[in-house]
């Protein structure tokens, strides 16, 4: 298979109800094509795409473990993004069913979709699979060394990604996005991440909670960005069989990050705290995004402020009071017992 173009083709995308998910099938519709969402909701929301659910977008409430579900959505597919997966702090108190949903149905739906003739899997991984970072910028090559049940289940999805492609020449891409942020991400239950939580705590003049020092660092990259490099994954031909970064390319440490939110809020008083640090924190990540760029032409178009200003406003467009959004927080969402 070549390189494709979207117009009037087949797309599944299994998560697209989600953060990341709801960015990509949006972008997937304008771009022309008919897109299936397969999201069971259990993080995922109905909202997420409500303005663009209809002719061209659908929505099966499914669960991706439903394999006679799945080969029926699966059939006549061009294209199928997986992205549905349970996350990392959901893996630090239910590791079985973070395998199972990650690792196992991965298999599960590449097989199906290898015998149902579906022209390309792209495989959304994540740059947890490498662990801490031993050296920076870290490229594709970088060891794959996870610190938690969800960086390994991911990296078993990718292992039969590449499987599918080795042993059967399947039509397999993965992608390994570094943290994304932006409108519709997650600020609750175990799924909340840090800049909604930050933020959200600095607009209700609630403290910013910083777990272990803060000298962690990540590199945040905008959603809008981070979903048109999965779009472009799925298009290139050059991309078949490879393992592809999407990073912005900057690592800022978290205590930073914290500052930087007391800007773009205004809150120059919002005050920073620490508590123990997360079982399995990642202490450094640093992409290296020089093959997305030269397979996939991919290179970030929204930096950390803009981006932080973006999700501020969007934040503001809810006309929700950040203190009823925040009733949904919980601080520790990583704790063993999932309390
Ligand atoms: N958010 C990030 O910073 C980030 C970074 C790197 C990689 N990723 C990857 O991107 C993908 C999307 O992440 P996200 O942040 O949008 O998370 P998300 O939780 O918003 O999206 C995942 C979706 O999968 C759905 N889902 C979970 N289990 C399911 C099941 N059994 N059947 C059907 N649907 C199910 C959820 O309801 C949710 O809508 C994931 O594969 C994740 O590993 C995310």
């Given at each position: 298979?070549?390189?494709?173009?979207?117009?009037?083709?087949?797309?599944?995308?299994?998560?697209?109800?989600?953060?990341?998910?709801?960015?990509?099938?949006?972008?997937?519709?304008?771009?022309?094509?008919?897109?299936?969402?397969?999201?069971?909701?259990?993080?995922?929301?109905?909202?997420?795409?409500?303005?663009?659910?209809?002719?061209?977008?659908?929505?099966?409430?499914?669960?991706?473990?439903?394999?006679?579900?799945?080969?029926?959505?699966?059939?006549?597919?061009?294209?199928?993004?997986?992205?549905?997966?349970?996350?990392?702090?959901?893996?630090?108190?239910?590791?079985?069913?973070?395998?199972?949903?990650?690792?196992?149905?991965?298999?599960?739906?590449?097989?199906?979709?290898?015998?149902?003739?579906?022209?390309?899997?792209?495989?959304?991984?994540?740059?947890?699979?490498?662990?801490?970072?031993?050296?920076?910028?870290?490229?594709?090559?970088?060891?794959?060394?996870?610190?938690?049940?969800?960086?390994?289940?991911?990296?078993?999805?990718?292992?039969?990604?590449?499987?599918?492609?080795?042993?059967?020449?399947?039509?397999?891409?993965?992608?390994?996005?570094?943290?994304?942020?932006?409108?519709?991400?997650?600020?609750?239950?175990?799924?909340?991440?840090?800049?909604?939580?930050?933020?959200?705590?600095?607009?209700?003049?609630?403290?910013?909670?910083?777990?272990?020092?803060?000298?962690?660092?990540?590199?945040?990259?905008?959603?809008?960005?981070?979903?048109?490099?999965?779009?472009?994954?799925?298009?290139?031909?050059?991309?078949?069989?490879?393992?592809?970064?999407?990073?912005?390319?900057?690592?800022?440490?978290?205590?930073?990050?914290?500052?930087?939110?007391?800007?773009?809020?205004?809150?120059?008083?919002?005050?920073?705290?620490?508590?123990?640090?997360?079982?399995?924190?990642?202490?450094?990540?640093?992409?290296?995004?020089?093959?997305?760029?030269?397979?996939?032409?991919?290179?970030?178009?929204?930096?950390?402020?803009?981006?932080?200003?973006?999700?501020?406003?969007?934040?503001?467009?809810?006309?929700?009071?950040?203190?009823?959004?925040?009733?949904?927080?919980?601080?520790?969402?990583?704790?063993m017992n999932g309390s």
């Amino acid at each position: 298979m070549g390189d494709l173009t979207l117009k009037g083709a087949k797309i599944l995308v299994t998560g697209g109800a989600g953060f990341i998910g709801s960015e990509l099938v949006c972008q997937l519709a304008t771009a022309g094509a008919s897109v299936t969402v397969v999201d069971n909701l259990v993080n995922g929301k109905r909202e997420n795409l409500k303005e663009i659910i209809g002719n061209q977008v659908n929505l099966e409430v499914t669960d991706i473990r439903d394999f006679s579900a799945m080969e029926k959505f699966l059939d006549g597919v061009d294209v199928i993004y997986h992205l549905a997966c349970l996350g990392v702090r959901h893996s630090i108190h239910n590791p079985k069913e973070n395998h199972e949903v990650n690792a196992s149905a991965t298999l599960q739906l590449l097989e199906l979709s290898r015998n149902l003739k579906v022209g390309r899997f792209v495989y959304v991984s994540t740059s947890e699979v490498y662990g801490t970072a031993r050296n920076t910028p870290m490229t594709e090559q970088h060891p794959t060394m996870p610190h938690t049940v969800y960086g390994g289940s991911k990296l078993a999805g990718e292992c039969y990604a590449r499987a599918f492609f080795d042993t059967y020449e399947y039509d397999t891409v993965i992608v390994r996005p570094f943290n994304a942020y932006g409108p519709r991400s997650h600020h609750e239950g175990d799924s909340g991440e840090v800049i909604p939580k930050f933020m959200l705590r600095a607009m209700a003049g609630q403290p910013m909670v910083v777990f272990g020092n803060g000298k962690q660092t990540r590199d945040f990259t905008f959603v809008g960005d981070t979903a048109r490099g999965i779009f472009l994954a799925g298009l290139s031909e050059k991309a078949l069989g490879q393992t592809i970064n999407l990073g912005q390319g900057k690592e800022i440490t978290i205590h930073d990050l914290a500052d930087k939110i007391r800007d773009v809020t205004d809150n120059a008083d919002a005050e920073i705290i620490f508590d123990e640090p997360r079982p399995g924190d990642v202490l450094r990540l640093f992409a290296d995004s020089t093959k997305a760029r030269d397979l996939l032409g991919f290179t970030p178009e929204v930096n950390l402020e803009e981006g932080l200003e973006k999700l501020c406003k969007w934040y503001g467009s809810l006309e929700q009071d950040p203190k009823t959004l925040l009733e949904k927080e919980v601080r520790h969402n990583w704790r063993m017992n999932g309390s």
